[in-house]
């Protein structure tokens, strides 16, 4: 599976982002494509996740409620709608895919198919 983002830019808090995954290639419907992030000095952090078939999904406590995964499957795109920003969202955002067991899915170094990172600042 090959993996594109797109979508980062600047924006003030309290608005919305709209990060996108495209995706090519071979795949399985086992597959799950997550999105992370990672600032400068920390490891990379898990925010969300979608089953390929798009059935199952998870979030990180840090997002919930604020950001909604969907997958479009005319497309095979992956989107990451983010409302709600907070500066504390700022980072350089990733998709992923991979096909390990759900209880491991945030474990980002469990993944062997990345995008290249799209940047998110958010300005107070």
């Known amino acids: 599976v090959q993996l594109q983002a797109s979508g980062g830019g600047l924006v003030q808090a309290g608005g919305s982002l709209r990060l996108s995954c495209a995706a090519s290639?071979?795949?399985?419907?086992?597959?799950?494509v997550s999105w992370f992030r990672q600032v400068p000095g920390k490891e990379r952090e898990f925010v969300s996740t979608i089953s390929w078939r798009g059935d199952r999904t998870k979030y990180a406590d840090s997002v919930k409620g604020r950001f909604t995964i969907s997958r479009d499957n005319a497309t095979n795109t992956f989107s990451l709608q983010m409302n709600s920003l907070k500066t504390e969202d700022t980072a350089v955002y990733y998709c992923?895919?991979?096909?390990?067991?759900?209880?491991?899915?945030?474990?980002?170094?469990?993944?062997?198919?990345w995008g290249r990172g799209t940047q998110v600042t958010v300005s107070s």
């Open positions: 290639g071979r795949a399985f419907g086992n597959y799950y």
């Open positions: 992923a895919a991979t096909t390990v067991n759900f209880v491991r899915i945030s474990d980002y170094r469990l993944y062997k198919n």
